[in-house]
């Protein structure tokens, strides 16, 4: 949707109305509007000219959509940022949990060994002992490459599309401010 100009339109070809526009979409009257402007610029346009611009050259749609637009994808930022933060929150307890259980049972065995205990245990404990030792490290393992995952590759995963979501905004924020150093 292309802004509407006016040639004759004082606001249309205002330097501040973008400003004015920002006040109309707040709710600012137009009385109160003109008597901000020559406060604040010193620059007189009726309240007349800015409801005529309000209801002719202003396009309330548009500017809702965009500030709805706005907030929806500041409201998503906020909720990727949750919901990859929690993943890999769990992901680290799940991995300090298992590394816990996987040394116990570490331990458990050396002083097995020792003690030449393990010859009084049933072959099927010392194996379901062993089995669970495999788990509980390979449990880590896993949840360590998650971990890489989640900091790394996986497109579809919500805390890469946060990083791209924080690299595009840096990228948008440094174009903006060269072209304010351009203009
Ligand atoms: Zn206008």
């Known amino acids: 949707m292309p802004v509407i100009h006016n040639k004759r339109c004082k ?8 400003e004015i ?4 979409s707040e709710g600012w009257g137009t009385k109160r ?7 604040t610029y010193g620059e007189e346009i009726s309240d007349k000219a800015i409801l005529n611009h309000k209801n002719k050259h202003w396009n ?5 959509k965009k500030r709805a637009a706005q907030k929806e994808s500041e409201e998503l930022f906020e909720i990727e940022v949750s919901k990859g933060l929690s993943r890999l929150e769990s992901l680290k307890k799940e991995r300090e949990e298992n ?7 570490r331990k458990i065995f050396f002083d097995l060994l020792e003690n030449d205990d393990w010859k009084r245990l049933h072959p099927e404990t010392f194996k379901a002992m062993q089995a669970l030792y495999n ?8 949840t360590a490459s ?9 497109t579809e995963d919500p805390f890469v599309k946060l990083m791209e979501m924080i690299a595009n905004d840096k990228r948008k924020t440094s174009n903006d401010s060269e072209e304010a150093e351009r203009s």
């Open 33 to 39: 509007i003109s008597v901000w402007l020559k406060e």
């Open 135 to 142: 788990t509980a490290t390979n449990q880590v393992r896993y």
């Open 11 to 18: 606001v249309c070809n205002s330097p501040h109305r973008n």
């Open 21 to 24: 526009e920002n006040l109309l």
């Open 146 to 154: 998650e971990e890489f995952k989640q900091l790394d590759q996986d």
């Open 99 to 105: 590394h816990k259980l996987a040394e116990k049972l």
């Open 60 to 64: 309330v749609a548009k500017e809702i």
